[in-house]
């Protein structure tokens, strides 16, 4: 918002652009961090809480070197990146300085993902959204005091909604720390636990042989919206802000998908372990209601108030405002469909059915969307981009529901050879401290 409204359209197509990079370095490590949420979900479910603490440790490690590594690759090579998305010149030097900085808040933002994932498994999602919510708030506080250079803050520019992003994540990550570790959380790692923080050769081989699948899911969805925006870029600044816009506010719209697929994902993890196969579906059922409602709602609100809610991103006076309502009005609705298929995608992964979702996206991103956006231009010209979306979503449906009604997962599991506990579970961990002795100062020390 503050920045299409400070700093223009230029700076928007920057940020849109330098954004989905980001959006697609937190893919690459997604996948860790999923894996590591159904293992803990599982265990917590078995009521096996030291491997639930063997496999944070080894996650944590390898999830925060990849995170490091892919930073450091990403400042070295911005210009490479900005150049083969094919980044309007106008907005390249603003998307260069606006990712570096992003580039450098990488680890935190993956650190604090993979302590919510952690939380999520452990069966606690009310944590998690507080300090997402803390990073969220002090971003948009501090993005118009940087930027401008308000007060005795320095004037930055677009590096100023960059840095703000590092700055909320960072103080949110030790912020959740510090709360962790001052309840003695049961999964924290202390004491003798931080030995753990070695990872343990087969346990990496299970989070990296399940993430690496999940992970290449969000990869697949970030190239074809790299792609998308590549073609967008090609009509010029004014277009690319307004599906900037849009790709923006589409974010905001999936984010009830997301955190209630996170949450199937987890729940029907923790019944797996507890072998309470009954409650799988119901789950499932659950979680595609609230997604109809939620994300249905959104997109209500997007096409009643579609002209002020793009106000908040371009002068009133803008002609990307009417590209960007056009575009709404064409893709926006396709997201409720696509809420659907990764809520039946979060069930199925909860036993270790990785590699189906990933041929389904596959198929339905980068064959039937990318592709109908890439041919079909000749004839509809950029209309084909808009209605790319619709037609990718409607395949992904079909597919998903086809693979959860038909498909073999409920035969796979993350870890074979677990014994079910036979019950739900009935604690805050998902596991009775007089069975497992829970007692946050004993297991840490």
């Keep these: 918002v503050w920045v299409g409204r400070f700093l223009g359209e230029s700076a928007l197509t920057a940020t849109s652009n330098a954004n989905l990079v980001l959006f697609l370095i937190l893919g690459t490590v997604f996948g860790i961090g999923m894996a590591a949420t159904i293992l803990i979900a599982q265990s917590v479910g078995a009521r096996d809480l030291p491997e639930a603490r063997r496999i944070v440790g080894t996650s944590a490690t390898f999830f925060f070197a990849v995170s490091v ?37 990488v680890p935190m933002m993956n650190l604090l993902s993979f302590v919510m994932t952690v939380l999520r498994g452990a069966g606690d999602s009310r944590t998690p959204f507080i300090f997402m919510a803390l990073a969220v708030v002090l971003d948009i506080i501090l993005n118009p005091l940087l930027i401008r250079g308000i007060g005795p803050f320095p004037e930055l520019g677009i590096s100023g909604s960059a840095t703000s992003t590092l700055i909320g994540q960072t103080v949110s990550v030790i912020a959740i720390l510090v709360v962790l570790y001052a309840r003695k959380h049961p999964l924290r790692l202390a004491g003798a636990n931080l030995a753990l923080l070695r990872p343990d050769p087969k346990l990496l081989r299970i989070v990296v042989f399940k993430g690496v699948p999940m992970g290449l899911q969000m990869i697949v969805i970030s190239a074809a919206a790299l792609t998308v925006m590549g073609i967008v870029n090609s009509y010029g600044s004014q277009v690319a802000a307004a599906y900037g816009i849009a790709a923006q506010l589409w974010t905001y719209i999936q984010m009830p998908a997301l955190a209630i697929g996170a949450a199937v994902s987890s729940m029907a993890a923790q019944n797996v372990g507890a072998g309470r196969w009954d409650r799988i579906g119901r789950i499932a059922i659950s979680g595609v209601a609230f997604n109809l409602a939620l994300t249905g709602a959104l997109v209500a609100l997007l096409f009643v108030f579609d002209r002020p809610i793009l106000g908040l991103f371009l002068s009133s006076d803008s002609a990307a405002i009417d590209i960007a309502t056009h575009i709404n009005k064409v893709a926006s609705w396709s997201f409720i469909l696509f809420g659907v298929t990764i809520v ?102």
């Design 69 to 105: 590594v892919l930073a450091v690759c990403g400042w070295i090579w911005v210009d490479a990146i900005l150049t083969t998305l094919g980044t309007p010149a106008d907005a390249l030097p603003l998307a260069r300085s606006y990712l570096r900085i992003i580039f450098v808040a």
């Design 344 to 445: 039946l995608f979060a069930t199925v992964r909860a036993t270790g059915a990785v590699m189906p979702p990933l041929i389904i996206l596959v198929i339905s991103v980068l064959l039937v969307r990318t592709s109908f956006a890439y041919f079909f231009r000749s004839v509809i010209g950029e209309e084909a981009l808009w209605w790319s979306f619709p037609v990718g979503s409607i395949a992904s449906l079909a597919l998903a529901a086809a693979y959860y009604r038909f498909g073999r997962w409920r035969t796979l599991h993350m870890i074979e050879g677990r014994p079910a506990a036979g019950e739900p579970p009935d604690t805050g961990l998902g596991v009775p401290r007089q069975r497992a002795h829970l007692s946050p100062e004993t297991p840490n020390g």
